[in-house]
């Protein structure tokens, strides 16, 4: 089954094939296991082991690793090509509104009303899980408004930050 897997900005290839796996044209050794009624999996890549957190939302999963949050989307090459038949994106080039992708505390704001951002721009940094994770904007704009305030505690899917599209 082919899939495109698209972690932040960045989208690759990726081929399982039973217990081989190629991303991007690359064979490359892997497991991924669920730690039972915890949001954690632990991964081996080519003998390197890694704990990840793993939520999955609306948008598909917001996946933490070494105090990094990272949005990830999985689609399908059926579903991908399907999208692009019809002209349909899963998100929009910029705008929207920033959301808690998991419970946890408000630790500081990283941006200002009037702030021009990109993809990727630190928004927010959230405690969660006993880690500092850092919220990024998924497109670019201007900061139109913000919902919270340093000290304050925030349930997953709680809007943080407004984005304008400029232009």
């Keep these: 089954m082919k899939y495109s897997v698209t972690v932040g900005e960045r989208t690759v ?3 399982v094939r039973g217990e081989s796996v190629l991303v991007d044209g690359r064979p490359v050794s892997g497991r ?6 915890t949001p954690l999996r632990q991964l081996s890549l ?7 957190a793993m939520l999955r939302d609306a948008e598909g999963w917001m996946v933490q690793v070494s105090g990094e949050t990272w949005a990830v ?3 399908d090459e059926r579903t991908r090509q399907l999208r692009a038949l019809t002209g349909q994106t899963k998100r929009g080039s910029g705008g929207g ?13 990283e941006v200002e009303v009037g702030q021009r951002v990109e993809p990727g721009t630190g928004v927010v940094v959230l405690e969660a899980m006993k880690m500092e994770n850092e919220i990024k904007a998924q497109g670019s704009g201007v900061v139109a408004a913000i919902h919270v305030e340093a ?3 925030v349930d ?5 930050v407004e984005i304008r599209e400029d232009g």
Excluded: N
């Design 13 to 15: 290839a990726v081929e």
């Design 32 to 37: 991924l296991s669920a730690i039972p009624q």
């Design 46 to 52: 080519d003998g390197r082991a890694r704990t990840l």
């Design 73 to 75: 989307s999985v689609e």
């Design 97 to 109: 509104v920033v959301k808690a992708p998991m419970p946890g505390l408000v630790l500081r704001l």
């Design 151 to 153: 000290g304050q505690a």
């Design 156 to 160: 997953k899917g709680t809007p943080l």
